[in-house]
């Protein structure tokens, strides 16, 4: 009778637990959550070191703060758009740097066109 009540008790525990996760829950299924504006900028920074450090971008990149931050629509799916400007690069063409990411930021591509 013990061991019956035991599993009983553990079974009520278990199904109680999961409705107590509610809306968060679906995160934990492989899903990572969106970041927000701040972590989007910090890893598009990192993506402009990487770029630096592989001498594919002038290292004056480095030293720049976002110009803008935005969630846009691509195909149909949404994407941060983070943008820099560096005035100190003499071909106007080059001068801005769009960093793709998808909405959990995990980088995308990057151009100069910002398309």
């Known amino acids: ?3 019956f009540l035991k599993n009983i008790t553990l079974l009520f525990l278990f199904s ?3 409705l107590m996760a509610g809306s968060g829950a679906r995160y934990f299924s492989g899903q990572p959550a969106p970041v927000v504006e701040e972590i989007a ?3 598009a920074k990192e993506v402009i070191a990487k770029l630096v450090e592989k ?4 290292s004056s990149w480095k ?3 976002a110009k803008s931050a935005e969630k846009k629509i691509f195909d149909d799916r949404p994407e941060w758009v983070v ?3 560096n005035t100190k690069i003499s071909d106007k063409k080059r001068q801005n740097i769009y960093i793709f990411m998808k909405l ?3 980088f995308i591509a990057v151009n ?3 398309y």
């Open 1 to 3: 009778m013990r061991k």
């Open 16 to 18: 109680t637990l999961g």
């Open 41 to 43: 900028i910090l890893k």
């Open 55 to 58: 001498k594919q971008l002038e």
């Open 63 to 65: 030293l720049l703060d």
């Open 83 to 85: 943008s820099f400007q």
């Open 104 to 106: 959990n930021g995990e």
């Open 112 to 114: 100069h066109t910002g």
